[in-house]
C-alpha cells in the first residue's frame, strides 16, 4: 500500500507543497513543531535513506540547502533543526524517508534533547574500530 507521503504527491490527498521535482518534494508537516516546519521526502518509496536509489542521493544535499534557505527566508528564523528519524526505532511513523526542517528562535522553548553519557575507558576505540570496519 502507498504511503500516506506518495498518494499526496499523486494528488489523492492534499498537501501544502513547497516545491516538487523529479527527484524530491517538500510539504508542509500538518503537525507542525513550529509555523514553517517542512518536511523533504524523495519521490521514490523506500522506508530507509540508505535504500534511496542513486540520483535521490546525489540530489539530497542540494534540496535540502535550498529548502532550509527557504524556511529561513519565509520564517525569518536564523536557524533550523533538520532530523531524520531512520526507521521505526527512531521515531519514524511514516515508513518513507524523509527529513523535517523547521525553523528555530531564541527563546522558543523547543528543545532536542536526548541522554548522552561519554563511553567508558576503551570503547571510543572500540566504536572507532567497528564502525571503520563496517564501512569498508
Known sequence: MPSVFTRILAGEIPGQFVFRDELWFAILDIRPVA????????TVETALLAELPSPQLAALGDRLARL??????????????ILVNDGPDAGQEVPHAHLHVWPRFPGDGKRLGWPAAP??????????GRLRAAWR
Request: hydrophobic share 45%; glycine share 16%.
Open 35 to 42: 509555523p514553517g516546519h517542512c518536511l523533504l521526502i524523495p
Open 68 to 81: 532550509t534557505r527557504a524556511v529561513k527566508a519565509a520564517s525569518g528564523a536564523a536557524a533550523v533543526n
Open 119 to 128: 563511553y567508558g575507558a576503551g570503547e571510543l576505540e572500540q566504536w572507532g
